[in-house]
């Protein structure tokens, strides 16, 4: 079968029209961030902010029209909005104005949090900067719940470097279900889903905030998770409009802070912990990655980024620390090569201290 091809799926896109303007979506600029890999689709609808609720339909319409392409096995499409920046009011003569009506509770936007049926709890595991390990620690902490007799998923929401595929060794492409969903791909006993599955690996993503926090809001409804006793994420570095979307739209258990043992990463841990403070999601608890290093040869410890800051961070701030990770070229290469040390070695020690950071996590959720 022929693969699907920016034209044809433009060309279908072309029956759709906006019904205010009576003109199709292409023509209007609306279809942006087109993305297509192996037969899967992605792409956003841009659409004023005030106009978003009633043009779902519009969207669902776009969504099964490119859907019926010969070759097109999933279609995701999500609405986003670009609002333009108000000026700035000119401050009236005479005294300050009084607050506005209204406690806390009115002034303050609220967001419906997405109904997970069969999913009993979900973690995000989220690092201040990158570099710090998160991703392998969201690998193993995932096959160590998982080594635990516990129903896990892994969504990898880092949309704009997704590494979990090829850390779970995983190269086939998502299918369809018959009801329409997308099946999760599943190796060493965990499920798993990424926007990875849907682009080329070697493209760079140049979605705007809203077109990525949509479609990885697609990513929770339209995937076939299924009875779940915990789904893992997997973050973006950062503190963004995804993380601010996680957080109002999906209904968190808590969150981990992942950071290496020296000041500067401990910094924009702190800025982590502010913002999951603010938007009162629990933090589980700290990890220290690369806490230290063995060498292999002569069997003597090396500090290289210092050792126990994260562990004082916690101490200072009044939460848990959940355990440290040591700096290993094997927990690196069994990750690199699609064979996480938790599943690859077992028995190791440093599957071992997975399995017990797992445990502290499991017990608090």
């Known amino acids: 079968m022929a693969e699907i091809t920016a034209e044809q799926v433009l060309e ?5 029209k906006d019904p205010e303007k009576d003109q199709n979506i292409v023509d209007l600029g609306m279809v942006s961030g087109l993305q297509l890999k192996d037969g899967h689709v992605a792409f956003g609808i841009e659409v004023d902010p005030e106009r978003g609720p009633q043009l779902e339909p519009l969207r669902k319409a776009a969504e099964d029209i490119v859907h019926a392409l010969p070759g097109v096995l999933t279609v995701t499409a999500v609405l986003t ?7 700035e009011p000119q401050a009236p003569a005479g005294p300050p104005p009084g607050p506005p009506p209204g406690g806390p509770d009115q002034q303050q936007a609220t967001f419906q949090k997405m109904d997970l049926l069969g999913i009993d ?11 710090v390990g998160k991703s392998t620690t969201a690998v193993n902490l995932a096959l160590a719940m998982a080594a635990d007799g516990k129903r896990v998923g892994l969504l990898d929401a880092d949309i704009y470097g997704p590494s979990i595929p090829r850390m779970l060794g995983i190269k086939e492409k998502p299918t369809q ?12 006993g965990i ?13 760079a993503m140049i979605w705007r905030g809203p077109m990525a926090t949509g479609a990885l809001e697609q990513l929770f409804k339209d995937v076939a998770w299924g009875e779940l006793d915990c789904l893992v994420i997997d973050l973006p570095p950062g503190t963004g409009d995804i993380h601010l979307t996680m957080a109002q739209r999906v209904p968190l258990s808590g969150a981990i802070i992942v950071s290496t043992p020296q000041d500067i990463a401990l910094a924009d841990a702190r800025k982590g912990l502010s913002m999951f403070a603010k938007v009162e999601i629990p933090v589980l608890g700290l990890i220290e990655n690369m806490s230290y290093f063995h060498c292999p040869h002569c069997g003597e410890r090396t500090d290289i980024f210092s050792h126990g800051g994260a562990k004082t961070e916690a101490d200072k701030l009044g939460m848990d620390f959940l355990g440290e990770i040591p700096l290993d070229i094997v927990i690196r290469e069994t990750s690199d090569s699609g064979h996480p040390i938790v599943a690859s070695d077992p028995e190791s020690e440093h599957t071992k201290k997975y399995l017990e950071i797992a445990g502290k996590i499991w017990a608090k959720i």
């Not at 709890?121 to 570099?131: F, I, L, R, T």
């Open 191 to 203: 499920k798993c889903m990424s926007i990875g599955f849907l682009v080329e690996e070697e493209t």
């Open 12 to 16: 279908a896109l072309k029956q759709i």
């Open 81 to 87: 909005a670009e609002r333009e920046a108000a000026p």
């Open 121 to 131: 709890a979900v973690v995000a595991v989220a690092s201040g900067k990158g570099g």
């Open 177 to 188: 279900t018959a009801s329409g969903m997308i099946a999760p791909l599943e190796n060493y």
